[in-house]
């Protein structure tokens, strides 16, 4: 099992940017894909972004393509969400997650331990 805090979430206006960091906790960060999802109030859970165990793989949504950017650094343990020119649409509590598996997926199943997550809120 591995243990997962969110950090870098707040309020930001519309156009700017942020930088959520995910660290890990445990011997086998290095060899599991991590994702990123976000919940909306009244909307259901949705995939934002992973990456693959070795990072050479990235996969985004569409609804961020171009904005967010994910990365990480096995070294710290730690994987990253960039967000740049925010929305208020994407204003969510957002989510890391740590995949069963090296293969990147934006699939909620396949990620088996979730962090608490950290509010992101957009103001127009």
């Known amino acids: 099992q591995v243990q997962l805090v969110e950090s870098g979430g707040g309020l930001v206006q519309a156009g700017g940017s942020l930088r959520l960091a995910c660290a890990a906790s445990g011997r086998t960060f290095s060899s599991r894909a991590m994702g990123w999802f976000r919940q909306a109030p009244g909307k259901e859970r949705e995939f934002v972004a992973s990456i693959s165990a070795n990072g050479y793989r990235e996969d985004v949504a569409d609804s961020v393509k171009g904005r967010f950017t994910i990365s990480r650094d096995n070294a710290k343990n730690t994987v990253y969400l960039l967000m740049n020119s925010l929305k208020s649409e994407d204003t969510a509590v957002y989510y890391c997650?740590?995949?069963?598996?090296?293969?990147?997926?934006?699939?909620?199943?396949?990620?088996?331990?979730w962090g608490q997550g950290t509010q992101v809120t957009v103001s127009s």
């Open positions: 997650a740590a995949g069963n598996s090296p293969s990147l997926s934006d699939y909620g199943g396949s990620f088996g331990s």
